[in-house]
């Protein structure tokens, strides 16, 4: 069965810090690997998208990985500020023919500390 | 980039009755929708996949009969929750990808109570 799985499920942090949510997935044939933002009560804002093929993403202070062979992903966030005080989450596509599917991780709490 | 919207944000109904959401892809064609439900404190679970012209495929334990879904066209997918219970109260986020590539792109959501 594929699954997806985040840890922490929450994480306090004061500004300034630089911070590595992390997560893992079964079966690594995977199509991509998305990182997500929700923030209360709102849809989701898409951060990152890594392909198959590639090993890692970066915008401006968010970094993600992908390292397939182990199962796994990082985002780190540099420099954290509370305005990144949101609901992180981590969504894998396989291949799945003419569809691919996204299975979500259970997401990460972040709460940023001025 | 792609733009996704739902209509309605917000809707209330009485336990009974039936309510439509709209999930409208704005500058491109979608092929496929997505539909998905997330509780309290949860995360997304993926409710059902349309491919435009077609029947939805429905995950395990999601009710056709209940969760209906119409893919009439290439810009819009309708949700419609039939006979709602106040157990069906969730938030309700669509996405589409098409023809601009696999990658979903996801509506704002629609908070769904049922009193």
């Known amino acids: 069965k594929q699954e997806v799985t985040q840890i922490p499920a929450a994480l306090s942090v004061p500004e300034g810090e630089n911070l590595v949510l992390n997560c893992s997935f079964t079966?690594?044939?995977?199509?991509?690997l998305q990182w997500f933002r929700q923030d209360p009560g709102k849809g989701l804002t898409s951060l990152l998208l890594?392909?198959?093929?590639?090993r890692e993403q970066t915008s401006g202070r968010l970094n993600a990985s992908l390292d397939k062979s182990s199962g796994r992903s990082t985002l780190y966030i540099a420099a954290s500020q509370p305005g990144d005080s949101a609901t992180y989450l981590c969504a894998v596509s396989w291949y799945g023919g003419a569809t691919n599917k996204l299975i979500f991780g259970t997401g990460t709490l972040l709460a940023v500390q001025p | 980039g792609a733009v996704v919207s739902q209509h309605p944000s917000r809707v209330i109904c009485k336990s009974g009755t039936s309510v439509k959401i709209e999930c409208r892809s704005l500058?491109?064609?979608?092929?496929?929708m997505f539909w998905y439900r997330q509780f309290p404190k949860q995360s997304l679970m993926l409710m059902a996949t349309s491919n435009e012209g077609s029947k939805a495929t429905y995950e395990q334990g999601v009710e056709k009969d209940k969760f209906l879904i119409n893919h009439a066209s290439l810009t819009l997918s309708t949700l419609t929750v039939t006979s709602a219970h106040p157990e069906d109260s969730s938030f309700y986020i669509c996405s589409a990808s098409g023809d601009r590539g696999m990658e979903q792109y996801f509506g704002p959501g629609t908070r769904l109570t049922v009193t």
């Open positions: 079966d690594s044939a995977i199509y991509n």
């Open positions: 890594i392909q198959s093929s590639q």
């Open positions: 500058d491109f064609q979608a092929t496929t």
